[in-house]
């Protein structure tokens, strides 16, 4: 609980601060960063993320891998379908750019008279930093990106860390998980942080289907959520997390799909041995699930 509640405290300065690298409005120094020396030997290929080293000398370097497929393109005949494992690739993929995010219309924002009406100050400021991070859109967007200590690499295998999957939010309908840079989160906490990209608005939640069959969901963003979980603990091993100890982490509707997530009959019972919820913690919006030990498998 103890562990749980600093997870939290140090989670939204962290989550909400500016990114890391970005557009040019980012007026602090841009961390040091260079490739890393290091492929990673994921199921599906290797991989090379690069080193960020936080202007902080509390902080240690961060392994950053951007833009990771966690499960095929949801493109022509797989579109309003599951998501099907992604394929293999040969070759060793440089995981530099964030992958696109899914299709969505974002909130309006240009005439600020109109939108402080409806929304606070902080509000718009948080908007004006997150829509940059959303313009580059496609179908193609089932990403995630991963933030993981650069000693990760050379532990050994009892002493991996534990993994952070934030699930964004944002009404169903729009953001992403490349806006919420992990990086300090990960150096000050010792975690493993996964950030990820789920299918939204009608791609993501519209039920097509004609039958009356109630056994049919349609909920392919949740599904998704579960098929990054699925990668997640297929291969956060090789990035130095602790597959045994991956806790989600939901704000605002992210929050309410890790909810979901619990009381689905997609997801086995006991998969996740402990729950809580924002009302626990008096934390609005903010649902935390923790996957434990020989659960996921
Ligand atoms: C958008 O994403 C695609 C696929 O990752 C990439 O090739 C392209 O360069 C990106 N475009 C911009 C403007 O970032
Ligand atoms: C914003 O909207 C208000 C009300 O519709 C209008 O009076 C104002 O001219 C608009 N401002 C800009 C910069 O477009
Ligand atoms: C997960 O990691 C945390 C932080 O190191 C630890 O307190 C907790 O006991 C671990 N849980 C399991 C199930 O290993």
């Known amino acids: 609980m103890i562990i749980l509640m600093i997870v939290y405290f140090i989670t939204l300065p962290v989550l909400t601060s500016k990114p890391v690298m970005g557009d040019a409005t980012v007026e602090e120094k841009t961390p040091q960063q260079y490739i890393s020396s290091r492929v990673v030997r994921t199921k599906y290929g290797d991989i090379r993320g690069f080193i960020v080293t936080p202007e902080s000398r509390y902080l240690e370097p961060v392994e950053v891998f951007r833009g990771v497929p966690y499960a095929s393109p949801p493109v022509g005949s797989l579109r309003f379908m599951p998501p099907v494992s992604g394929a293999q690739w040969s070759g060793v993929k440089i995981a530099e750019e964030f992958g696109p995010v899914c299709p969505q219309v974002l909130p309006d924002i240009r005439n600020e008279t109109v939108v402080l009406k409806r929304i606070s100050k902080g509000r718009l400021e948080y908007l004006k930093r997150i829509l940059p991070f959303l313009t580059n859109q496609s179908e193609d967007c089932l990403y995630l990106n991963i933030y993981a200590p650069a000693q990760a690499g050379v532990r050994d295998a009892v002493a991996r860390y534990p993994v952070l999957v934030f699930v964004h939010g944002e009404s169903y309908e729009w953001s992403s998980g490349n806006p919420y840079d992990g990086t300090v989160l990960a150096s000050h906490a010792g975690l493993v942080v996964v950030t990820i990209n789920y299918r939204l608005g009608i791609l993501g939640f519209l039920n097509p289907r004609s039958d009356d069959y109630p056994r049919s969901p349609a909920n392919y963003g949740l599904m998704d959520q579960i098929a990054a979980l699925h990668w997640i603990k297929e291969n956060v091993a090789v990035f130095g997390g602790d597959p045994t100890n991956v806790t989600l982490m939901g704000h605002g509707t992210g929050a309410a799909c890790v ?13 996740f041995h402990e729950f809580f919820n924002d ?5 609005p919006g903010l649902g935390i699930l923790r996957i434990g030990r ?3 498998s």
């Not at 909810?259 to 998969?271: D, N, Q, R, W």
């Not at 009302?279 to 934390?283: E, L, M």
């Open 294 to 296: 020989n659960k996921f």
């Open 259 to 271: 909810h979901f997530l619990l009381t689905s009959l997609a997801v086995p019972e006991g998969e």
């Open 279 to 283: 009302f626990n913690f008096k934390i």
